[in-house]
């Protein structure tokens, strides 16, 4: 597509329970990111994928975090047992190689633990 | 870690006046730099970009200031309009494909 898509753009789950958020980069993009932002925080690292090489899961904040990119298009970010501190806008981003121009955002999935 | 941090986490000004937003950078090594707009209920979204072997670099009503002496970064935007008022990020790249961000700086228009 045009732009980096995310899905869905709103999800509100009982602690405890596992999420499942997906993100379509741009086509073409060989990068692509997961970001957390906080109310009123600036974005927090998560992970990186680059092509097929492994992932930088260096952000990841906990084994109950882990995230996929299946055939270096689509990725889904998986929360196990949520957590009320995991509630936050969990923005996806994408980038051609040695990312010109920096990263394409998507709106983002605003994730509520109740 | 990387650091980016911003100057003032809240900035207001009158609709038609100049603003600057700053941003202070940690790592001597990055040598790409962008600043990005976040709206409400957006990702944030590319403004203007600027690399290491320049100091100032000017796009449509928004210029980028460059001192690797300080390790400064700023944003200044000409008339500022009430479209302009989000949430401004800047992000330096010290190697890879790797960005790390700042925690922002709030712009409020005031029409």
């Known amino acids: 597509g045009a732009g980096v898509s995310q899905s869905p753009s709103n999800k509100v789950t009982e602690k405890g329970k596992d999420v499942e958020l997906r993100c379509d980069p741009i086509?073409?993009?060989?990068?692509l990111y997961w970001y957390r932002q906080s109310l009123g925080q600036g974005l927090e690292f998560l992970i990186y994928f680059q092509g097929n090489s492994a992932p930088d899961k260096s952000g990841l904040p906990s084994d109950r975090f882990s995230a996929e990119r299946t055939g270096g298009s689509v990725s889904t970010l998986t929360i196990q047992r949520t957590q009320q501190e995991d509630s936050a806008v969990y923005l996806c981003a994408s980038s051609s190689v040695k990312g010109a121009y920096g990263y394409t955002f998507g709106s983002g999935t605003r994730l509520t633990v109740v | 870690g990387e650091s980016v941090g911003l100057h003032l986490p809240t900035l207001s000004v009158q609709e038609g006046d100049n603003s600057i937003i700053n941003c202070a950078y940690s790592?001597?090594?990055?040598?790409?730099f962008i600043w990005y707009k976040q709206e409400s209920g957006k990702g944030p979204q590319f403004i203007i970009d600027?690399?290491?072997?320049?100091d100032k670099r000017q796009g449509q009503r928004v210029t980028v200031l460059l001192n690797k002496t300080v390790k400064h970064l700023s944003l200044q935007i000409a008339a500022t309009q009430p479209g302009d008022s989000a949430v401004y990020f800047c992000?330096?790249?010290?190697?890879?494909?790797?960005?790390?961000f700042g925690t922002g700086t709030s712009l409020t228009v005031i029409p």
């Open positions: 790592n001597s090594a990055s040598d790409y």
């Open positions: 992000a330096e790249n010290p190697t890879g494909n790797q960005f790390y």
């Open positions: 086509s073409g993009h060989t990068a």
């Open positions: 600027i690399r290491s072997n320049m």
